[in-house]
Nanobody
Framework: QVQLAESGGGLVQAGGSLRLSCAASGSIFSINSMGWYRQAPGKQRELVAV???????NYADSVKGRFTISRDNAKNTVYLQMNSLKPEDTAVYRC??????????????WGQGTQVTVSS
């Protein structure tokens, strides 16, 4: 099985920064993509950012220009640098991994979630 270890959440004032990390381990043949989702109370889960095996990235419109997703392939780790944080960024952030467990089989894995709280 695949395990995802998340860290970096916390409490920060508006305008501040946080860096989330997600390290993947376990039965990973290759990685298709890694990304971050978030869900705030009373709201649906949304994609925040994703990075593919080819290095291409995609961001939610609400975070473009403020958040940066990156990866360290040697460590199977994805990072989310969050700058200029706003109260509306407050949510539980979960790491997602889409990986091949073989040449043919895809597996979707999720982290436990880390709380990000931005105060005004």
């Amino acid at each position: 099985q695949v395990q995802l270890a998340e860290s970096g959440g916390g409490l920060v004032q508006a305008g501040g920064s946080l860096r989330l990390s997600c390290a993947a381990s376990g039965s990973i043949f290759s990685i298709n993509s890694m990304g971050w989702y978030r869900q705030a109370p009373g709201k649906q889960r949304e994609l925040v950012a994703v990075i593919t095996s080819g290095g291409s990235t995609n961001y939610a419109d609400s975070v473009k220009g403020r958040f940066t997703i990156s990866r360290d392939n040697a460590k199977n780790t994805v990072y989310l640098q969050m700058n200029s944080l706003k109260p509306e960024d407050t949510a539980v952030y979960r790491c997602n991994l889409v990986s091949y467990t073989s040449s043919y089989d895809l597996k979707y894995s999720w982290g436990q979630g880390t709380q990000v709280t931005v105060s005004s």
